[in-house]
Every structure is written in C-alpha cells, then in structure tokens.
C-alpha cells in the first residue's frame, strides 16, 4: 500500500529537480542530466521503500541505496536532506572546498551516504559485498543499486554481474538508469548495449523493463523484484536524461554543465509548471508515517 499518490511523489521529485538545478548552477559546476533523470526513481525509493531512519544513519538494519553513477551526486544530495539527513542549508555548499557535499558522494564525510562512488564501475561490486555480508550475517536489510547507461560498458559491472547471481543474493535490487546518452553522446554510438534485458538475463538475474518515469510502473517492478527467490533483480528503466526541462532533455551537452543565471530561470518556471496547484506533498520532507523509526 502507497503512503503518497503518484501525483504528490511526482510533486516532490519536480521540487528536488528544482533544488539539484539550483546547487549546480550555485557552484559553477556539476551534473544536471543524470540528476533529473534519476529523481523519480529515486524519490519512488527514498519516499515509499527503504527502511531508513535519518537521526541514525550507520543503523546495521538500514536497507542500503547506493548511487553507482556517482556524479548525479545531487539529486541524491537534495533527497537526504529532505528526508532529515542533515540540515537542506547544506546543500547550498555543494563542491565548495571542506563541504560534506563533494562533487562525488563521500561515505566519510555525509550522512546516508552509503559508498563513495564516481569511479564509474564499481558501485554494483560494492553492493554485492554488502548484500552478501547481510547473507551472511542474516540480516534481512535489502540492497538498491542505481548504475548508469554509460557506466554498464565497463568491463567490472559484468564480473559483479556474475557474482550476484552466484551467491543467489535476492536481497538485491539493481536499477539501471537507462537514458541513452553518456558524457560526449548517444550510448548506442558509444558503445551499444543491446540486447541489454537479454544479456542480464542471461547472467542469471530477473530482470524488468519499465518507464522510469512512471511511478506505477517503478512500484510494480520493485514490489515484484522483492518477492523474487535465489536471484538477484535488475530493473531496467527507460528515462529521459534532463527530464522535465525541454532544452536539457536528452542533450548530451547537459551532461556535466552548470545552467546560467537564464537558463536556471528558464529551467525552474519549466518544473514549476508541472507541479500541482495545491497539496503540501514534499514540502515537509519527512517519510511514510512511522518509516524513519523502524
Ligand atoms: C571509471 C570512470 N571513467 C570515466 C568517468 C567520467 N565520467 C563521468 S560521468 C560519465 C558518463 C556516464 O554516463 P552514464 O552512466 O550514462 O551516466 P548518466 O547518463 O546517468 O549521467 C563519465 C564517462 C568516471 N567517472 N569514471
Ligand atoms: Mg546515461
């Protein structure tokens, strides 16, 4: 059962669009496009699934999300502090020298931040490990990982590929952000991925295919991916990189550029427009009633 309707979890991500659009073009710099691509699904996430408790980050019962495509570092900025991580006043320090908010997530430095990643490549290895140790150890936490388009091509995805399916390590979920454009351009000219579903398959995961902008279709494939037995999932989602705002969207150009004084304003009447007139949904920042305490 949804704590929050589709509308106010798309009005809450439009406001953390808002927030990752601000903290770049504050700092000069930064990655907008896998930011705004992957807000719905993590707002899907950090809204409705992960058992959390923000006043106690490092609590060994947590469910882990790690956010292997490590430079849209914002978003999963903007979505700490609103769940209570830590103070949104924070954010405006984004990759200034001595913040907690570096350009690449540190899991040294900022609460809730599970593994420091930006080395594209390694995030997956590294959730393996952990949804192994909670095998071992018998914990019942579950495991979220968010790859990149791009980031699959790396040669180390597919070794953790393999391992996971190894270990039958069904207490992870993996999602692949899967825009279609990398840092220079189309990942199709890149490097092709497809038959992509295919070739997860074919490692031995249960794998789904869905808008990932579509919250009743992230809802299904999560909810789905939980029950599977003795594999591990893979959630391939169809996004649309610098979604919600029209000169961003699937512009490679967006990839790793701060906006303009313009073009921020430009960008946030764009998201603005999207929300609902009325509702409070987002505004507060807290969780599901009674998430945070479990
Ligand atoms: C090992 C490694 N090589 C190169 C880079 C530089 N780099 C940063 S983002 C990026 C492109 C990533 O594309 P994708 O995974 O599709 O990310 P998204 O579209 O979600 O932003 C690259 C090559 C890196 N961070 N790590
Ligand atoms: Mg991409």
Redesign the pocket.
Known sequence: MSGYTDEQLAQISNELRERVLQMIAKAGSG?P??SL??ADIMTYLFYEVLRLDPQHPKWPDRDRFILA????APILYAILAKRGFFPEAWLDTLRQLGSPLQGHPSMKDTPGVEAST????QGLSFGVGVALAGKLDQKDYRVYVL??????Q?GQVWEAAMAAAKFRLDNLTAIL?Y?G???DGK?PDVMPLEPLADKWRAFGWAVWEIDGHNFADIRRAVTEARGVRGQPAMIVAHTV?GKGVSFMEHRAEW??KAPSAAELATALTELHAHRQPAGDAGASGKGREGDDQQ
Do not use: C, F, R, T
Not at 147 to 152: F, I, K, N, T, Y
């Open positions: 990655h496009g896998g691509s992957a495509k490590g430079h849209a930006g080395s594209l490549g790859l990149g388009d791009g980031e699959v790396e952000d825009n454009v990398q840092s990942v990189k990839h790793g």
